[in-house]
């Protein structure tokens, strides 16, 4: 077991220190053509949403299972006939790592944002979120970036992490592909109301540990800050881990976050966390440097768990 442990966590450091080095393209990104493929498969599989809510989410369930199913089949395909297996381990978790694109896009808007151009930072937020961005003020595309980045760091950084140490590049490749599942049929929309729901409750499932263990690095970033956020049920209650992970967000950057978005022609009603000063500009680049805080942390320590383990082993 050690022996593994020792393998699996060295792999996983030098996989994602080789990401960090050379960053993929968001728009040439593994994820981003299965992102495409998702949608594609949607208008075959989801026409028309005014079928029975039923017939609804066991389309969603096996469009699940079968985006889900074809990676893993060649994944186990090409595994049986590879002789370094660890490498094949080590493509996974390149394809899954795209976090250094994200953030490169998050320092494009802020830029943009400091220079009033909001028209531009707009278009550019299209390429993170799924809302609708033409209405927002520059506050709300702070604000909404705030939050995104946030989560993305947890699906895109920390979640690898904990799956690939507990089951491997099986459990990388099925979070990840979920979360973009989850992504691409968002039941924030109401053509995907119910198609979405299998995904985004298997997405809500690998992404709980790594959103709690977030919450309790911006805990730490953030003990010294007096007022807590006050939680305001305005609507659509956040999952709990979400939730706990943008409460503290918003305690550590004494920032408000949540209310209401708009999703096409739906306003999504959610909670508010509710706090003095609305977000700006330079809370973006005050979160970056948080999230590259805790990056080098979790490195860090994966580096140490490495050393510990071939200590005991030795």
């Known amino acids: 077991m050690a022996d593994y442990l020792v393998y699996a966590a060295a792999l996983l450091l030098a996989s994602l220190v080789t990401g960090l080095i050379l960053p993929w393209p968001l728009a040439y990104h593994p994820l981003s053509f299965f992102a495409a493929f998702c949608r594609k498969l949607a208008l075959k599989?989801?026409?028309?949403?005014?079928?029975?809510?039923?017939?609804?989410r066991l389309s969603g369930l096996l469009a699940l299972l079968l985006v889900l199913a074809l990676p893993?089949?060649?994944?186990?395909?090409?595994?049986?006939?590879?002789?370094?297996?660890?490498?094949?381990?080590?493509?996974?978790?390149?394809?899954?790592?795209?976090?250094?694109?994200?953030?490169?896009?998050?320092?494009?808007?802020?830029?943009?944002?400091?220079?009033?151009?909001?028209?531009?930072?707009?278009?550019?937020?299209?390429?993170?979120?799924?809302?609708?961005?033409?209405a927002l003020s520059a506050m709300g595309l702070a604000k909404a970036l705030l939050e995104s980045l946030a989560l993305r760091f947890q699906q895109q950084f920390t979640a690898i992490i904990i799956w690939y140490l507990l089951a491997g590049a099986p459990g990388v490749l099925v979070c990840r592909l979920s979360q973009v599942a989850s992504q691409q049929w968002s039941t924030k929309l109401e053509s995907n109301q119910h198609f979405g729901k299998a995904a985004e409750r298997l997405a809500a499932f690998f992404n709980a540990p790594a959103y709690l263990l977030g919450t309790a690095l911006f805990w730490l970033q953030g003990r010294r800050q007096a007022?807590?956020?006050?939680?305001?049920?305005?609507?659509?209650p956040f999952s709990y881990s979400k939730r706990q992970l943008l409460q503290q967000l918003s305690h550590t950057l004494r920032v408000s976050l949540g209310g209401p978005a708009h999703?096409?022609?739906?306003?999504?009603?959610?909670d508010r966390l509710q706090q003095n000063y609305e977000p700006t500009a330079a809370d973006i680049h005050r979160l970056l440097q948080l999230?590259?805080?805790?990056?080098?942390?979790?490195?860090?320590?994966?580096?140490?768990?490495?050393?510990?383990?071939?200590?005991?082993s030795s």
């Open 263 to 270: 999703y096409g022609n739906k306003t999504v009603r959610r």
């Open 227 to 236: 007022s807590a956020a006050t939680l305001r049920a305005d609507g659509k």
């Open 291 to 312: 999230l590259d805080y805790q990056l080098y942390t979790q490195l860090f320590l994966l580096a140490g768990l490495v050393l510990l383990l071939t200590f005991i």
């Open 45 to 56: 599989v989801h026409p028309d949403f005014s079928r029975p809510a039923s017939q609804q």
């Open 72 to 134: 893993l089949c060649c994944w186990y395909g090409l595994y049986l006939m590879s002789s370094w297996p660890l490498l094949l381990d080590a493509i996974v978790i390149l394809c899954s790592f795209s976090w250094p694109a994200s953030r490169s896009l998050a320092q494009k808007i802020s830029r943009n944002l400091h220079k009033q151009q909001v028209s531009l930072a707009r278009s550019q937020m299209q390429l993170l979120l799924l809302r609708d961005t033409q």
